[in-house]
T-cell receptor, first 109, second 115 residues
Framework: DAKTTQPNSMESNEEEPVHLPCNHS???????IHWYRQLPSQGPEYVIH???SNVNNRMASLAIAEDRKSSTLILHRATLRDAAVYYC??????????FGTGTSLTVIP | EPEVTQTPSHQVTQMGQEVILRCVPI?????FYWYRQILGQKVEFLVS????????KSEIFDDQFSVERPDGSNFTLKIRSTKLEDSAMYFC?????????????FGPGTRLTVL
């Protein structure tokens, strides 16, 4: 499975932006970069995904480096509800999703 | 808003017994998945299912596991002879298109406890 590296944990103050980094130096040309999150005691929840260009949706933005070896998930204004484990996942044409250990985000009121 | 549902929310069984975990994916979705998460560990992919057949499976998905779409709405995971190490949270997911390029919607999970 394609490997990603994320910090184990991060903290953010409420209502401030959060930048969650992910390194994926062995990414292949057809790998999509997906982000999911898992709130406590819930199933994973889709956040965003992209291939090469930066992406925005109602939840977040995804900034992808030009060489695609890293990406950053941006939450524009963190809320308490955003406290979760965030997973950066590389997905190829197969349907296998390999969740790593992710980044545990703590939001401080 | 449509959602994936799973039943039961908690299943307790004796080691060696068969269990069937049930999922109702979102109605217009074509791709279905099972994952498991042992307490305190990461989410692990088990199997993906499309067009009435398995499209991908992980090493975890051995002969004791099977999946079925018995009718137009349900998607089931069967564990034939449960082991203690099968105790975990099992999540079902579905997607409209291949999850490579599309979002997956996850259910709330079934907690399986094997005694």
């Amino acid at each position: 499975d394609a490997k990603t590296t994320q910090p184990n944990s991060m903290e953010s103050n409420e209502e401030e932006p959060v930048h969650l980094p992910c390194n994926h130096s062995t990414i292949s040309g057809t790998d999509y970069i997906h982000w999911y999150r898992q709130l406590p005691s819930q199933g994973p929840e889709y956040v965003i995904h992209g291939l090469t260009s930066n992406v925005n949706n109602r939840m977040a933005s995804l900034a992808i480096a030009e060489d695609r070896k890293s990406s950053t998930l941006i939450l524009h204004r963190a809320t308490l509800r955003d406290a979760a484990v965030y997973y950066c996942i590389l997905v190829n044409t197969g349907n296998q999703f390999y969740f790593g250990t992710g980044t545990s985000l703590t939001v401080i009121p | 808003e449509p959602e994936v549902t799973q039943t039961p929310s908690h299943q307790v069984t004796q080691m060696g017994q068969e269990v069937i975990l049930r999922c109702v994916p979102i109605s217009n979705h074509l791709y279905f998945y099972w994952y498991r998460q042992i307490l305190g560990q990461k989410v692990e992919f088990l199997v993906s299912f499309y067009n009435n057949e398995i499209s991908e499976k992980s090493e975890i998905f051995d002969d004791q596991f099977s999946v079925e779409r018995p009718d137009g709405s349900n998607f089931t995971l069967k564990i034939r002879s449960t082991k203690l190490e099968d105790s975990a949270m099992y999540f079902c997911a579905s997607s409209e298109q291949n999850a490579w390029v599309n979002e997956q919607f996850f259910g709330p999970g079934t907690r399986l406890t094997v005694l």
